[in-house]
């Protein structure tokens, strides 16, 4: 979506509009705690995000991907920076080139600095010399699919402080075809109302949006407006230099001052704030408490389906996926990259080729050993590793390796029947509540526009030990209002779904619209789960050394337990499920598994690291 | 559907199952009647419908017309007979051409008696001879497209007593490639079993339909028991010769005895019945109820969707239609017959071309003026066209020129509210009331198949006078809720649609299925039957002299009218509708139009019959 179009609803519904910018980290972890901290700040609602143009080849290439994560797999709306520092055309189009393939329709046209070594900014060869230059070429190639901001600088510019040239430079690049403004960082409001004032009388028409930086300590706040040269009021230094050592006195002041600010812009008629984060999510929280911008249960964030979308280049229009993924959003992801065309409207033959297989994707249990055995301790028994999924309902843990997403706020609901299960051996994977028609804008379950009604099915997915399945399929035969799948590592499906074709577990209904089903459960699709949930499985036990307890309870289960997975068609019923599961309980809970040697040729006996398993008795 | 599949389904359930045998009636109007009464029949819930061949060159292609009226517009699954009397291969190949295109998938393959003039049947030159013939025929051209029947005589063939040599022939046909057998008409069900154990010895083991002729009269019994040679068991003749001019007596013994012998054939196995109807209702009826076959608010005829289906070719799979067409399913499959496919899922880009042109298919008012004046009488003001829609309403009359069906029963629930409309001068052309989820088995809303749950938006669609019409919309635009398309008969479409995409206004939620939505309200087919709307009401109007008050008084309808359809999104709220347009009112109700002579050239003067207007004082 491009921003000007965000900047228009915004606009019409009056409501308060805001971006975050971020940079690329210099580490592989600061990249993976960025994704993490991007996801968590998305539920401050931004309407997109910046991703800067590192300058230069790696950190070139690292823009790139961090777009791709962000739009592909995060589906957050991206705007993607782009230099003319360094860049030749090639170089340049080929940055513009993944942009596009990442789905990003909205791109920062920026002169850049100058590489460190030099004082002065210069042109490389082959290259663009002015914003305006990048701005035109873009128009050229891709006509109207990128919205193009440039940058405005009401306070100068670092190599140049005469504001009418600037502005003859910023009307330039408006006249090539930007189409929207972010300013640097200010703090001088009054400026910056008067510079808006400047801009407008050139007849410069498109939105201005400011960029706010939240402080987040004495330290960094000077030392960034020091280098942008940006003017701090006297009113600002007065309150923050007598504590400016109390990071927390720091926090705490900063928000009331940049919050003012805020208010004093909006005041003046602007909309959309684009606030640079500096990659940390608590000055920016804290700012937009104070605004009364945050989402509340009065005022959730607006969802259009139940899960994320992706806004990967052709992947917008899709509105329909299967429950088993819903922990695994960027697995599902690139496991239907592939695919032609996505499911809209309703599940179906849309599905061009099958789901990728793991091993081509390199899908599995992220982390290292070392990391995941920190995680997950090490269990010794089918009821060490139940009480790991327990502390995971009760949120003492965030992750587990069928979830890479902490526990959905609706599993409340179900929490204690969910806690009872796992506490017998049946170890839930995946779950939702059933959901009767409440309002689409209901703070937990609600998603999809206004004035509409929002159902579920209840579900929930299961690992069951081998000799309590065949009681836990005669239950749910005899019950007219369940289906499953159940289905062990090896194959072989039991179902008694009434057909191949999916089964909508989640639905709403809007005013003026069909019926929207974006999520539901189906046989060919669980058997692609399948191998995915069984192999995270298994990476799991291969944390462990070869012989430990750990490896082999984890490993039976997977050898041996069925993944189930059973819908409740009364969605009138929420507890049909949990009353037929009711006594049953799995065998040996306590057992603590014993390496037996059948013989040399027996693989266990050797692990991958070359660790001897200890004997023990038979 | 092939018959043999209803008949192992009918094995699977052990449900009472059924069929009707229809003839071609003599004239246009006993062909009209019989096809209101094949509709009528057919909430008796026969499993299909035969239709017999008739010999001969015009009742010939009235055969074909009828399975197609059947097949297509009745959706009934109907088994065409064919025989080899006065038929050659090429006319045996154009109607099993007919039958196909219809979407008919069974015929009944007979050698047929011979023809009028001639005593023993003789093979057309270059046609069949045996009923054999045609099986092996029609097996080799249409491979197993066709299920196909033949006959069988458990008390011998007119020119043939010899059983062993019928068995025989009976072999051959099945060896050929026939699939179930339907049995001549017969009353002695003794014989009857002994002679399906001779089939049975012969290595037959096809499905066997028994024939039974319920009794009407005592005089059409007897002679058809006659005619085809039928023994009469004595006990029947002891109980049915001492009433034989009482005709309700004897239906009342008949339906006893043969409910007697039904009941005596499915003892000995047999689970499917074929009553001979020769066309008439009350006495196959009075046998279903005396047999307690016939559905009832407890045992409701199973319908698929809330609509029915056509069963043409390439039409099984169609499951959602706009609610327009909803008391004119005629009109709507004619109207979408060059469609390439039907919507199915979901409507959208399904529809290949657009609706079909009124004058293309010849769709409009059917009767002539002279019927409709009796049906709906003389209206003087738009007060009496109001009470009009009332007596439909109240059941008064069966029809209106917008309605082709009944009122449904489900109108009940607002039939208060809608006379109260009508009394105002709204006049209401079609409606829902608004289901909030009732189980799929609900005797009034239920479709589809069991534990799911069913919903409706209510819906209301009505004509209204040009002076209330922006005080209509006002309110509806201001209400959260309520969309709504209003047009006059010259264009000009009014919307608060969110979208040109369809409204999904009937839904159910089933086991094991993604939802089904059947029936949508959208701008295209909206456009499409307005059309159609305005053209029955001109149609209506020139049912009247030229210069009546009749005529007049409807074409002004016509003329200046809107037509408005309005959803209440909120299907919670069942009253919002009528609450909204609480106590709007039509301007002039009572009064009768005059004819204004405005000049020579005014059109209206000259009735297209050529009688002139009365002279009016301006």
């Known amino acids: 979506m491009h921003i000007r179009e965000m900047l228009a609803e915004a606009d019409r519904t009056g409501n308060p509009s805001f971006s975050f910018e971020y940079f690329p980290p210099k580490t592989a972890q600061g990249v993976q705690n960025l994704y993490d901290r991007m996801e968590r700040m998305n539920h401050f609602g931004p309407k997109f995000i910046d991703i800067t143009w590192g300058a230069g080849g790696r950190i070139a290439e690292l823009t790139c991907e961090m777009v791709v994560q962000a739009q592909t797999y995060l589906g957050l709306e991206t705007c993607m920076h782009l230099t003319c520092t360094d860049m030749g055309e090639e170089k340049v189009n080929d940055a513009l080139r993944k942009a596009y393939k990442a789905g990003c329709t909205n791109i920062l046209a920026l002169r850049g600095d100058p590489p460190r070594e030099t004082e002065k900014w210069q042109a490389t060869e082959g290259g663009f010399h002015y914003a305006r230059d990048l701005v035109a070429h873009i128009r050229k190639i891709y006509a109207n699919h990128f919205d193009i901001g440039v940058a405005g600088y009401p306070e100068g510019c670092d190599d140049n402080k005469d504001e009418d040239l600037l502005l003859d430079h910023l009307k330039e690049k408006v006249d090539m075809g930007a189409t929207f403004i972010v300013t640097q960082m200010f703090y001088d409001v009054d400026n910056f109302i008067r510079w808006v004032g400047k801009v407008r009388d050139r007849g410069i028409t498109i939105p201005i949006l400011p960029g706010i930086m939240p402080i987040a300590t004495y330290g960094s706040f000077l030392r960034r407006a020091n280098h942008m040269n940006c003017k701090v009021p006297d009113?600002?230094?007065?309150?923050?230099?007598?504590?400016?050592?109390?990071?927390?006195?720091?926090?705490?002041?900063?928000?009331?001052?940049?919050?003012?600010?805020?208010?004093?812009?909006?005041?003046?008629?602007?909309?959309?704030?684009?606030?640079?984060?500096?990659?940390?999510?608590?000055a920016t929280r804290m700012v937009l408490e104070e605004l009364d911008w945050m989402p509340s249960p009065d005022r959730p964030l607006k969802?259009?389906?139940?899960?994320?979308?992706?806004?990967?280049?052709?992947?917008?229009?899709?509105?329909?996926?299967?429950?088993?993924?819903?922990?695994?959003?960027?697995?599902?992801?690139?496991?239907?990259?592939?695919?032609?065309?996505?499911?809209?409207?309703?599940?179906?033959?849309?599905?061009?080729?099958?789901?990728?297989?793991?091993?081509?994707?390199?899908?599995?249990?992220?982390?290292?050993?070392e990391q995941n055995r920190k995680k997950w301790g090490e269990p010794q028994s089918v009821k060490d590793i139940a009480h790991l999924f327990i502390r995971f309902l009760n949120k003492d843990i965030e992750y587990l390796p069928w979830s890479e997403a902490p526990l959905a706020s609706e599993a409340e609901l179900i929490k204690d029947d969910l806690i009872d299960l796992n506490q017998r051996g049946?170890?839930?994977?995946?779950?939702?509540?059933?959901?009767?028609?409440?309002?689409?804008?209901?703070?937990?379950?609600?998603?999809?526009?206004?004035?509409?009604?929002?159902?579920?099915?209840?579900?929930?997915?299961?690992?069951?030990?081998?000799?309590?399945?065949?009681?836990?399929?005669?239950?749910?035969?005899?019950?007219?209002?369940?289906?499953?799948?159940?289905?062990?590592?090896?194959?072989?499906?039991?179902?008694?779904?009434?057909?191949?074709?999916?089964?909508?577990?989640?639905?709403?209904?809007?005013?003026?619209?069909?019926?929207?089903?974006?999520?539901?459960?189906e046989s060919i699709s669980f058997l692609a789960?399948?191998?995915?949930?069984?192999?995270?499985?298994?990476?799991?036990?291969?944390?462990?050394?070869?012989?430990?307890?750990?490896?082999?309870?984890?490993?039976?289960?997977?050898?041996?337990?069925?993944?189930?997975?059973?819908?409740?068609?009364?969605?009138?019923?929420?507890?049909?499920?949990?009353?037929?599961?009711?006594?049953?309980?799995?065998?040996?809970?306590?057992?603590?598994?014993?390496?037996?040697?059948e013989g040399a040729a027996n693989g266990v006996l050797h692990s991958t690291n070359g660790i001897e398993a200890s004997t023990v008795p038979r």
Chains 1, 2 share one sequence.
């Open 529 to 597: 789960w399948k191998d995915e949930a069984f192999r995270l499985g298994v990476d799991w036990a291969r944390c462990y050394e070869a012989s430990t307890p750990s490896r082999l309870v984890i490993q039976k289960m997977m050898d041996t337990w069925y993944l189930v997975n059973i819908v409740n068609n009364d969605f009138h019923s929420p507890r049909t499920i949990f009353e037929v599961l009711g006594d049953l309980k799995a065998a040996d809970l306590d057992k603590v598994p014993k390496l037996k040697i």
């Open 426 to 521: 049946l170890i839930t994977i995946n779950s939702q509540p059933s959901v009767n028609g409440v309002k689409s804008n209901h703070p937990v379950h609600g998603w999809g526009p206004p004035n509409g009604y929002v159902y579920q099915k209840a579900y929930l997915e299961l690992l069951v030990s081998p000799e309590i399945f065949p009681e836990i399929q005669r239950r749910i035969e005899n019950h007219p209002d369940l289906t499953y799948h159940a289905v062990t590592k090896s194959g072989n499906l039991h179902t008694n779904a009434p057909s191949e074709g999916p089964n909508a577990v989640t639905w709403g209904v809007f005013p003026g619209k069909e019926i929207v089903q974006p999520t539901i459960v």
């Open 235 to 282: 009113a600002w230094m007065t309150a923050l230099e007598p504590i400016k050592n109390d990071d927390v006195a720091v926090r705490e002041i900063g928000k009331t001052l940049v919050a003012e600010m805020c208010r004093k812009i909006l005041a003046a008629g602007v909309r959309h704030l684009h606030f640079y984060t500096m990659n940390l999510a608590q």
């Open 303 to 369: 969802q259009a389906l139940p899960w994320k979308q992706s806004l990967g280049l052709g992947r917008r229009e899709e509105d329909v996926r299967p429950i088993f993924w819903r922990n695994r959003n960027k697995s599902y992801v690139l496991r239907t990259q592939d695919w032609d065309e996505f499911p809209n409207g309703r599940w179906g033959d849309s599905r061009s080729p099958a789901f990728g297989e793991l091993d081509a994707y390199g899908i599995g249990l992220t982390g290292t050993n």
